[in-house]
């Protein structure tokens, strides 16, 4: 006659918390393994190996134990320790194959099963562990629907790993959300293999040679090191990760600076030895006309002098827009209003102008951020919008200062809307390269469009301390 079995629903829902905090270990750990190269890589795939096999483990061991029988139960220490190995096994298949940079369906499929396999050889080796005076059968059909189960939540488990791979994809409530997926699909399996169970007297001898017994006090222990564990892996994700992202934005900051600082060097080059040796060669072509009597060579002089003269203009554009020398003599305002009236000259776009008559000065650093963006915007608009008007806003309050680049053009592709922290579409390299260096100076940069056209805005907060006096 089958022995009547009940649950600790205490011990059923942590197991059920493990089961989740080991998915959602999983996934966080998935994506920094990905991004992690050289021996960083195999220290990070080692430790999320360590963390999640033994989440499996402790899941299925916490569930065990939540499992109550009318005789005592003791546990065979070498056996389990083997359906810990098998944990870590599973867990082992599962981040080497996310992490892989090149992986195919049949390598998905066969680590599906593998991880399945893997799982469900935790439950059953743990369920051979057991050492009690019964007999314990098994259903058929409910073996199979677990092991099922097992491979549904493995197949599951790698594809929202492969998901969030990329660090930067989804949302923290997503992981959460795939954690609790996942979890569920787990404990689901587990449960349903213990009801596949059925367990009935037995007189037969038992060999209790390496069992041993675990309390509840001692299962809660287990658990709770477990989740610990895996938070303090989660934790060290984070923080590895905000000094990848620090060091990266010092190195961004680092290549802007010397780009900024080339760009001065070489308008200075242009203006100062280029720009005065085509000065100087078209004196010495008009003083030269005074020697010369033949009327078609004075033609030609002429002609000489007239192309100088235009690349004399070109060289100052190239200059001007490499490192405008009204942006430090004349500020912001002044800088902008200056290239608006050259703009307007070389494109016949209507360009309209609504900035402050007295708009205080900001640090170099911002303002030379902000006349990137004019030109970076009105570059853009001249080659791909196709907008016979624009509008240069700037205004400012007690709190910011927003400057807007509008256009009246064909639009970005439908739905974009960006933000510097935005997830949308991809800016084009000049705009994503000044979104990164406002967030560097603590603004943000805004992007929308749609069939009205087209919308910049650079968002920096003021302060009295970022103010200067007006030049």
Known sequence: MPMTSTYNYSLVTLSVFVAMSTAYASLDLAGRTTSARGWHRSAWLAGGVMAMGIGIWSMHFTAMQAFSLPVRVEYDWPTVLLSLLAGILASAVSLFVVSREKRGWVRIVSAGVIMGAAIIAVHYIGMAAMRMAAECRYSPLLVTVSAGLAILASFAGLWLGLYF?????????????????VGTAISSMHYTAMAAASFT??????NLSHAMSVSTLGTVAIAVATVIVQGLAVLTSYVDRRFAALKVELLSSQLLNMQAEERRRIARDLHDDLGQALFAAKLDLGHLTAYVSDERAKNLITEIENKLAACMTKVRTLAQLLHPPELEALGLSGAIAAFADGFRERSGIDLHLDIPARLPRLPLSVETVFFRVVQECLLNLHRHSGST??????GMDSRQITLEVRDAGVGMPSAFSETAEGSGPKLGVGLAGLSERMKQIGGRLEVTS??????????FP??????????
């Open 389 to 394: 008007r624009a509008q240069i806003r700037i």
């Open 201 to 206: 007297p037995s007189t037969t001898a038992l």
């Open 450 to 459: 749609g069939s009205w056209g087209t919308s910049v805005k650079a968002i």
């Open 165 to 181: 791979r990329k660090e930067a994809a989804g949302s923290r409530w997503q992981k959460f959300a795939g954690a609790v997926v």
């Open 462 to 471: 003021l302060g009295l301390s970022e103010l200067r006096p007006d030049a």
